[in-house]
């Protein structure tokens, strides 16, 4: 690896001793990170700018795979019960007749967790954020991290704060600094922008009183002023209004605001608490990693909101790459582990990123032609067949084969005492098998580990293995035509040997997109 000076600042104190990872930035994405490489015992060191906790409701929604890693992390109980449903959401016309009704699974999904949640983020930042100092990382707030460089052993970042500069070195560095993410900036990576850039005005409201208004959420598509209302968590509620391209942003005074809102909401019921402009963007970076310098979350994507999926790519990317990175520091993976990262998650983010980007310009056209056609399509019924969400694998790597029903997700399930089933897995490599083929686990788990194109000798002898989570796996197994799975630790599948009936297993019955 060659030495490369990404920024330059001057410093004031030399770099102090190494830490094995610096966190750049103490949102979603860097506090989850933090907290699982610091279960894998790993040293981190969190450098924040902000002094305190952003107060401003953002994204309010996630998933039941958010919740999984956050129940890795030893919070997602807390965080789901502070949580509410979103039952769905409801597209109206001009006119304001429902013409698509998009329901949202109501319930646990395959990660065993409720699959559409809502909680005010800053809530949900103060229980990460509470959850990684109880793990005793070391964060720094009011520290903003100006420059990075990297040689051949180590990254460096150089902070400023009321107290001056400051240098800290650590063996890897990941930008999780949000979309004007300065580390993204030092490793001057662009951009792959997917040409949907949406200029909001919102008002955020408190309910007072009776909050119980409108639980799903609207997106009118009036193409003369698009415009969405939908519930934050418990009594907050957010109004978006699309502005036109090259509107000038004003804000109309609050009174003007109250009195403008929809479904009984007025300055009767209701406190303004915000006022803002957000401009949503769809763009994945075109790079993720330079040597020891990363990028995770909003610093590496930026999604519509339609999809919700702002705050859960994000937990994605910590899910997949704290693993590895902690298996390369541990010695247990080589660094090239490491570009598995970008070649899994980045096409994963670009399929979602590009239907969000689908899904926001057909619902948020300014064209009235166009609106006029797709509303009399959906009233038939006629839903666009490329806009409906599908599971969306990973990207390929040298660290899983297989796929399963589209995507790459290994399933959870809930066990009667209330605990999960990745609680029996422990937190490396597991080996789930049918039943009847306990007998010839040491041989599949062989097929498996075969399969891949990275070495994980140093795991082997730790690979767990549970019969209860066989039997509860076992409809699942024989639904997708499997005799064995490798689950890694981030519960992604590794590799998949398929069921052949009364035939000895062999390479040729590994499979490459099994299920399909
Ligand atoms: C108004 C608004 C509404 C949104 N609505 C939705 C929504 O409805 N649904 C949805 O899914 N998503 C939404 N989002 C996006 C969502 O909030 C983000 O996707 C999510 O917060 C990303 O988490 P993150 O940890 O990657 O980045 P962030 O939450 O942006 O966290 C980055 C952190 O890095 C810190 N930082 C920045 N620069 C530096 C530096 N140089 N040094 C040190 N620290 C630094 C910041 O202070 C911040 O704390 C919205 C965002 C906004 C702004």
Redesign the pocket.
Known sequence: MTSKLLFSASVANPPLDHVDVVV????????TLAALLAQRGCRVVV????PTL?P??????FDGDSLRVWQQMGCADEISAASIPLPGLHFRNTKGDLVLDWPMPAGAGSSSWPASNLLH?PELEAILRRRVQDLGVEVRLG????AVSQGDEFATVL?TSTTGTAAQRARFVVG????????RAALAVGWEDFDCTLRWR?ADVEIIGDSDLLDVTTAVMDPSGPSMVGHLAHNRYRWLWLQSPGHDQTFPDDDEVLSSLTHGVSAQNARLTRQ?A?V?HARVAKQWASGRVLI????AH??P?LL???????IRDAANLAWKLAAVLHSELPTEALCTYESERKPHTRAIVGLSAAISSYVFTWDAVVATERDARLAAGDVPLELIPVPVPLGESSLRVGELGGGSEFPQWRMENDTRTDELLGDGFAVVVAPGSGSRRTELLALLLGTLGMDLTAWQTNIAHDETVDRLAAPWLAANGLTAVLVRPDRMVAGVVAAVASEPVSPSELLVGAGS
């Open positions: 750049v930035g103490f949102g979603p994405t860097g506090a450098i924040e700018s902000s952003n401003d409701p953002r994204a309010s929604f983020q520290e903003r991290v100006v902070t999780c600094d949000g979309g004007s993410s300065a580390v919102l803002a957000y949503a995770a979350g909003d610093a930026l999604l909101p919700g999926q702002g705050i859960g790519a994000g």
